[in-house]
Structure formats: structure tokens, C-alpha cells
């Protein structure tokens, strides 16, 4: 152990060094995000070459430009028990917590669309949807309700959202239930 530093102190990461293009590009399209104007951008690559570094560099850059830019982090877990919809389950966690009554309002039209995404009271208890014959909501149907509340969330502030899949088993993100 280093002389000075006590056991398990935070040492801060290692500068960003040779990806300062690829930054400037991420934190234009989420400026352009803040003026309406929606982006996605992805980050792929090999494991070991800074993807994770370059995602915090970008969130430390955009809480020090415009603090009415929210980030969200979330993350696949690669394991065993991985419920549907695991990814956007944190999501809009982290949404519904952060503007409880923004998120409240706006997931209030899809009812127990948004059950699978979200169980508990926070889910939409709004108009009822109901089920697709065979008693369950279809994905498409929930994948729609998913992308309307982000929608609406976005239109009244906007957000960037980090996530990180598991490390070479690469999936869509609408289907990350067994990633």
C-alpha cells in the first residue's frame, strides 16, 4: 500500500488521455439532446480499452457544464435470476426517484403496462391498459409504454443515459432480460 493512503481510500481515476475527440462528440450530442434534439450514441469496444473512464469523464463534463443535464448510470448484470426488462428497471428507478412526481404523471396513462419494467406502486396506476389476450402485456406494448414515458420525461428535462451491457455478449438493449 502506498505511504499516506489508508485502506480502501478512493483514488481518483487516471486522466482521460488519447479519447478527448470521442468526448467532445458525446458531450455535442447531448448538448444537442438539452435543444431537442435526441441522439443516441454508443460506445463499443473491447474489454480493457477505457469505455467505462470515458463514461465517467462524460458525466463529470456534463454535471460541470449544465447541471439541468441529468445523468443516469445503469448496468446489465450478467448473472444467474435476471429479471425482464432489468436494464430499463434501473432506468426508471432512478427517474421515478429523481422527479417522483414528473415520472408519476407521466407513467399514470399505462397502468400496469409498465408492472414488468417497475413492480410496486411507482408503475403507472393510471388507466388501465390490460392485458393482450393470453394475460399478459405484450413486449411490443410495454417497449411503447417504456419509450413514451422517457419521451415525455425528456421533453421536461432533458437526461443522458450511461448504461453498460455485459462484455462481449452484446444484445439489444429492448431485450437485456438475460444478458
Given at each position: 500500500?502506498?505511504?499516506?493512503?489508508?485502506l480502501?481510500?478512493?483514488?481518483?481515476?487516471?486522466?482521460?488521455?488519447?479519447?478527448e475527440?470521442?468526448?467532445?462528440?458525446?458531450?455535442?450530442?447531448?448538448?444537442?439532446?438539452?435543444?431537442?434534439?435526441?441522439?443516441?450514441?454508443?460506445?463499443?469496444?473491447?474489454?480493457?480499452?477505457?469505455?467505462?473512464?470515458?463514461?465517467?469523464?462524460?458525466?463529470?463534463?456534463?454535471?460541470?457544464?449544465?447541471?439541468?443535464?441529468?445523468?443516469?448510470?445503469?448496468?446489465?448484470?450478467?448473472?444467474?435470476?435476471?429479471p425482464?426488462?432489468?436494464?430499463?428497471?434501473?432506468?426508471?428507478?432512478?427517474?421515478?426517484?429523481?422527479?417522483?412526481?414528473?415520472?408519476?404523471?407521466?407513467?399514470?396513462?399505462?397502468?400496469?403496462?409498465?408492472?414488468?419494467?417497475?413492480?410496486?406502486?411507482?408503475?403507472?396506476?393510471?388507466?388501465?391498459?390490460?392485458?393482450?389476450?393470453g394475460?399478459?402485456?405484450?413486449?411490443?406494448?410495454?417497449?411503447?409504454?417504456?419509450?413514451?414515458?422517457?419521451?415525455?420525461?425528456?421533453a421536461?428535462?432533458?437526461?443522458?443515459?450511461?448504461?453498460?451491457?455485459?462484455?462481449?455478449?452484446?444484445?439489444?438493449?429492448?431485450?437485456?432480460?438475460?444478458?
Amino acid at each position: 500500500m502506498a505511504p499516506g493512503l489508508a485502506l480502501f481510500e478512493s483514488v481518483p481515476p487516471p486522466p482521460l488521455t488519447g479519447r478527448e475527440r470521442e468526448l467532445r462528440r458525446l458531450v455535442a450530442a447531448t448538448a444537442g439532446a438539452a435543444t431537442g434534439r435526441g441522439h443516441l450514441a454508443c460506445v463499443f469496444g473491447s474489454s480493457g480499452l477505457g469505455k467505462s473512464h470515458l463514461m465517467m469523464e462524460l458525466v463529470q463534463r456534463l454535471q460541470s457544464i449544465d447541471e439541468g443535464i441529468e445523468t443516469i448510470r445503469s448496468s446489465c448484470f450478467c448473472g444467474e435470476g435476471v429479471p425482464p426488462y432489468w436494464l430499463w428497471t434501473q432506468v426508471l428507478r432512478r427517474l421515478s426517484a429523481a422527479r417522483p412526481e414528473a415520472f408519476e404523471a407521466a407513467a399514470a396513462p399505462f397502468g400496469s403496462l409498465l408492472v414488468p419494467l417497475l413492480p410496486g406502486p411507482q408503475a403507472g396506476t393510471g388507466a388501465e391498459t390490460g392485458p393482450d389476450p393470453g394475460g399478459s402485456p405484450s413486449p411490443f406494448r410495454i417497449h411503447d409504454a417504456l419509450c413514451e414515458v422517457l419521451l415525455s420525461l425528456a421533453a421536461q428535462r432533458p437526461w443522458c443515459c450511461c448504461w453498460r451491457t455485459c462484455t462481449g455478449r452484446m444484445r439489444p438493449l429492448w431485450t437485456c432480460s438475460d444478458c
